[in-house]
């Protein structure tokens, strides 16, 4: 018998309080025209909302976890009663003094459970953001805190952020960032049972093969020279905390309006997203969530989502440790778009997965 993702971890907490995950990647990897149904996995919200940037009929957002679904209403509300500036204060992206009289305006519109459960995070919220208080988050700001200054002097981390050419970031990367203390502190710190224990849930690394450690310095290593560190807000935000100007997807002010002009387009479930019995959808936004299964678990969710998928329709996810696609069983009725994929996952900002994958289904 299968003993399922919600048997095994706990999601009574939030354990991603902003997306991890590049929207402009995950946009990309869709169909572009407009009136497609998505179904996507809601994680902290910030995906599901850049999908409404594609202008689809609907995107139905689900979650096993009722924190994660708060973190979505709270930006909902966040999108329908403030600024994009005083939004980026609420989140963490700007330095606020006024965090608790924005979490107040904000949860005046959220239901009464939503609104406490806020309102019970409202220390966190002033010091951090809305979108730095998940056990993930929180896991980066122990690293910075406590293990990146062993490793590397803060000039040191800043200049990771200095816009060179691939020649100079090879020669940055080399001299100044791969010493022996990165390499001995990535091997404790991102070992799994350290990620398992303050990241993420140790049931997510059941099915995981590898070093952790190993696998975290490769892809530092790909966003720091084979891409721009400069631009890239996923690397900043876990180095420095802060974003700067280089903000993800949703959060950017050329997409506030658009997003804010279509969040009746969101339909909110909580539970699993292969059981929503929501009709029929031409995308799916899936985060990780085949890395938390067995090879027979991941078979029968997918059956379940090919089920309720149009004709020509994509999935895309992501795999960080656990090689997971399309199920053998499945291969006369899906196909992987291996060249896309080349092509955006040299532009992937969100460096730490080892692979992205996009399908699509037969006609």
């Known amino acids: ?72 209403k709270l930006r909902i509300a966040a999108y329908q009663v403030l600024s994009h500036e005083k939004f980026l204060e609420l989140i963490g992206v700007r330095p606020s003094q006024d965090r608790g009289a924005l979490l107040d305006q904000v949860t005046r519109s959220l239901d009464a459970e939503t609104a406490s459960f806020w309102q019970g995070l409202r220390s966190n919220v002033i010091k951090n953001g809305a979108g730095n208080v998940g056990k993930f988050e929180n896991y980066f700001r122990l690293f910075r805190r406590f293990v990146l200054p062993l490793i590397h002097t803060k000039s040191t981390v800043e200049s990771v952020f200095t816009k060179r050419a691939r020649e100079e970031r090879v020669r940055f990367f080399e001299n100044r960032w791969d010493n022996r203390r990165w390499r001995l502190t990535t091997n404790l710190f991102f070992s799994r049972r350290v990620m398992g224990w303050l990241g993420r849930d140790p049931a997510f690394f059941d099915h995981v093969e590898g070093s952790a450690g190993s696998h975290v310095r490769n892809k530092v290593r790909f966003a720091a020279v084979d891409q721009n560190p400069s631009e890239n807000p996923y690397m900043r935000a876990i180095l420095t905390g802060t974003n700067t100007e280089i903000l993800p997807t949703a959060w950017r002010a050329e997409n ?83 060249e896309l994929e080349t092509q955006l996952k040299q532009l992937d900002k969100a460096f730490f997965y080892a692979d992205l994958v996009v399908e699509e289904t037969s006609e």
């Open 256 to 338: 506030f309006e658009t997003i804010a002009a279509r969040l009746d387009r969101i339909t909110l479930i909580e539970g699993a997203v292969d059981r929503t019995n929501l009709g029929q959808f031409d995308g799916f936004n899936l985060s990780d969530i085949f890395e938390y299964m067995s090879l027979e678990e991941t078979e029968e969710v997918y059956e379940r989502l090919l089920s309720v998928a149009n004709a020509r329709s994509r999935f895309v996810y992501w795999n960080m440790m656990a090689p997971r696609s399309a199920p053998p069983v499945f291969s006369d009725r899906v196909r992987r778009l291996s």
């Open 1 to 72: 018998m299968t003993i399922s993702i919600e048997q095994r971890a706990s999601f009574e907490s939030i354990r991603y309080a902003r997306a991890w995950e590049d929207a402009d990647v995950l946009l990309s990897a869709f169909h572009g025209h407009a009136g497609q149904r998505f179904l996507s996995i809601c994680a902290a919200g910030d995906n599901v909302l850049a999908l409404l940037i594609l202008d689809p009929s609907e995107v139905v957002a689900a979650d096993l976890s009722k924190a994660q679904l708060a973190c979505l």
